[in-house]
């Protein structure tokens, strides 16, 4: 080899400047130009649209070259962290991207990922996608029954697991490599291969070819709060560009701590705990798996040196009471999943000196709405349509405009055609049609816009119900009982009634301290009956311990809607206040 010759290696790598880069990277630096100026972003924003795009190859590598500032940092329950940088990251991915090829896994292939917080999730995710081989993340408590499903119907070739999930695995036909990551000394289950054996790789991954921007990159399952769980399809420019509207909504810049609560497994980690930052040339700063108690929380936003920090509603509400423990030093507080209660976000702010700023996507989109950096919160409304999203309000049976409450859509005709909307849902071709073929993708989720243009959620098209005639979103009936002191958190969900059809009843987790007793349900149904019209306010309360929810953090309603509405501890009102119905 002459001094002047290049390896395929050395010329794949020289080469990565491509025009997808370049076309990405300028439309990121426009909505950081524009990070406080939300009018001007919208308007000059232009999604990239390169043919040919890896992200994990062609930003990400390009991101990492002789970069050592942290990429990922990942703390532990002992107060100690691991922290691996940009460098880092790319080549170990690069020896994984390697491995898993000589196991067989092949672009085009699905592999199922079954990890928690841990260093090596990163890894998988980023060879996966160097190879084109289409992740579809899980939770990482999956039971068998659920493992069985996804398998199944996901149509799964290869799948790498935690060891203490592979139990779950025994008897499901996975015909391709099952790759364990142990997470002790002792030996590795029959059938499975060792992760442990891709430390021994040292060269560098050169792909087989571009990869088309079309390819379908990662299958997300959906929480499936009310039917079976959807698999919904993303392509390799679907979720890394069309996060860039994420990463506006989140307000990260190169630099940034960002710290997300979100499991690994459903859409949301892939947000705020890949695209985002990384697309931000931020930090990933990752808890330890499991709960955390919230006063402990506290401590370690401050700890960490978070200077972003995203968590579903449920846990700002359980901040709250340890606001006074630390002080982290955020600059931007998101929220996205349900709608923030305004007295939380007074709360933080009063303690904190940020405000928490309400956020909205999907599983099938990257996020649509939100109230942006700068932006002061307005109380029940979520903000305004992100750069690149035309979102409409639309009759729910007719498909018309209207400009009184209606299902939220995302418009999908013309020239700008957004490209952070799904590819569609993989082997269901009539489920697809049914979603992206009218010219409009409807997200399911009735609101309103105000004169501003500003949006506010009311609910799910199946959580929404008639009362009397009358329309009712549960969200409005559980932002009012959660401004209330003595309410840990709530449901409102749809009861049969003889004389109105159906009417609502509130399910209570009451406040630590606090007696579950008649008494205290009628004092939470007075309260919202002084804030709420008549047809909207709880007729009946139950107390909970708790409410059921998904991994993700949503309410299962569909199991408290199943629940008996009369008997002892449901009290209502008609009867007089507090009295057992």
Request: glycine residues 10%; contains cysteine.
């Amino acid at each position: 080899m002459t001094a002047h010759t290049r390896t395929p290696d050395q010329a794949w790598r020289a080469a990565r400047w491509t025009d997808a880069h370049r076309e990405f990277r300028a439309a990121r630096d426009l909505l950081l130009r524009h990070r406080r100026d939300p009018a001007v972003a919208a308007a000059r924003f232009r999604w990239p649209r390169p043919r040919r795009f890896n992200w994990a190859l062609e930003w990400f590598d390009v991101v990492a070259e002789g970069n050592d500032a942290p990429a990922l940092e990942l703390a532990d329950r002992d107060g100690g962290t691991r922290v691996l940088s940009y460098r880092e990251l790319s080549r170990r991915s690069d020896a994984v991207a390697v491995w898993l090829a000589a196991r067989g896994v092949a672009r085009g292939d699905r592999l199922m990922v079954v990890l928690d917080t841990r260093a090596e999730l990163w890894e998988v995710l980023l060879a996966a996608l160097k190879l084109g081989a289409v992740v579809v993340p899980s939770h990482p408590d999956l039971t068998p029954d659920q493992a069985a499903d996804r398998v199944r119907r996901g149509r799964l070739v290869h799948v790498v697991c935690r060891g203490g999930a592979t139990a779950a695995f025994a008897g499901v036909p996975v015909p391709g490599a099952r790759i364990v990551v142990p997470e002790g000394a002792g030996p590795v289950p029959a059938g499975w291969t060792d992760y442990r054996d891709s430390a021994a790789v040292t060269a560098r991954f050169v792909p087989d070819g571009p990869t088309p921007a079309d390819d379908v990159a990662y299958c997300y399952f959906t929480s499936g709060t009310t039917s079976a769980p959807k698999l919904v399809a993303h392509t390799h420019l679907s979720y890394p560009a069309g996060h860039l509207s994420s990463l506006y909504w989140n307000g990260l810049v190169p630099g940034d701590r960002h710290v997300n609560m979100s499991s690994p497994g459903w859409a949301k980690h892939s947000w705020s705990s890949l695209f985002v930052p990384w697309n931000a040339e931020a930090t990933i700063v990752a808890l330890p798996s499991g709960r955390l108690a919230p006063d402990r929380l506290a401590g370690l936003l401050e700890r960490l040196g978070a200077t972003s920090f995203c968590a579903p509603p449920s846990t700002w509400q359980a901040l709250v009471p340890h606001l006074g423990s630390a002080a982290p030093a955020l600059r931007e507080a998101t929220s996205a999943g349900e709608p923030l209660p305004g007295p939380v976000v007074a709360a933080v702010r009063a303690a904190w000196g940020v405000d928490v700023r309400d956020g909205y996507g999907q599983t099938e989109t990257t996020a649509l709405i939100g109230t942006t950096p700068g932006v002061t919160p307005r109380a029940g409304l979520l903000g305004l349509p992100l750069p690149g999203y035309r979102v409409t309000v639309r009759d729910p049976d007719s498909g018309a405009l209207t400009d009184g409450p209606g299902e939220l859509c995302v418009d999908l005709d013309g020239p700008e055609r957004p490209v952070g909307v799904m590819a569609g849902y993989p082997d269901d071709p009539e489920r697809t049609e049914r979603a992206l073929g009218r010219g409009w993708y409807p997200t399911g989720d009735l609101g309103v816009r105000d004169s501003d243009g500003w949006i506010r959620v009311l609910g799910r098209r199946d959580d929404v119900f008639k009362s009397a005639g009358h329309r009712v979103s549960p969200y409005e009936a559980e932002a009012v009982l959660r401004g209330h002191p003595a309410v840990a958190d709530v449901a409102v969900v749809p009861v049969p009634d003889a004389v109105a059809g159906l009417v609502p009843l509130a399910v209570v987790v009451p406040a630590p301290g606090r007696t579950p007793d008649a008494a205290l349900a009628a004092e939470l149904l007075r309260h919202a009956g002084r804030a709420l019209s008549e047809v909207g306010r709880p007729e009946l309360l139950r107390f909970a311990a708790d409410l059921p929810r998904t991994t993700s953090g949503k309410v299962r309603r569909s199991l408290l809607r199943e629940q008996p509405a009369d008997g002892a501890g449901v009290f209502g009102r008609r009867e007089g206040a507090g009295a057992t119905r």
